[in-house]
């Protein structure tokens, strides 16, 4: 099971990036992944979450700026990102629980990681 993440980088406030995460090993069309992102000196959150059923879920600190959608012939799970503000500034992860029927488990649940990728957002 791999799961890659990629797509960050350096953008001002207000612009947008789509973050991709690349998965083998496993069905993605089965499973649950989210997205989540650790600024330093911060605990690791939830961004967004697809299950297997097409329900996603976001938190208020980015509904209706982030977007998750996957593609299951691709194998892509991805994460377009609008609207963006400094504190949005994180390693961004994506990772699959294997466990979880939907959506809505902690961060330390999750069974398989993405290396993560860096998101910078200037002011």
């Known amino acids: 099971v791999q799961l890659q993440a990629s797509g960050g980088g350096l953008v001002q406030s207000g612009g947008s990036l789509r973050l991709s995460c690349a998965t083998s090993?496993?069905?993605?069309?089965?499973?649950?992944v989210a997205w989540f992102r650790q600024a330093p000196g911060k605990e690791r959150e939830e961004v967004s979450c697809?299950?297997?059923?097409?329900?996603?879920t976001y938190p208020d600190s980015v509904k209706g700026r982030f977007t998750i959608s996957r593609d299951n012939a691709k194998r892509t799970v991805y994460l377009q990102m609008n609207s963006l503000k400094p504190e949005d500034t994180a390693v961004y992860y994506c990772?699959?629980?294997?466990?979880?029927?939907?959506?809505?488990?902690?961060?330390?649940?999750?069974?398989?990681w993405g290396q993560g990728t860096l998101v910078t957002v200037s002011s």
């Open positions: 697809s299950s297997s059923d097409g329900s996603t």
């Open positions: 990772a699959t629980d294997f466990e979880a029927p939907r959506c809505g488990s902690s961060w330390h649940r999750y069974d398989y």
């Open positions: 090993g496993f069905a993605l069309r089965y499973f649950v």
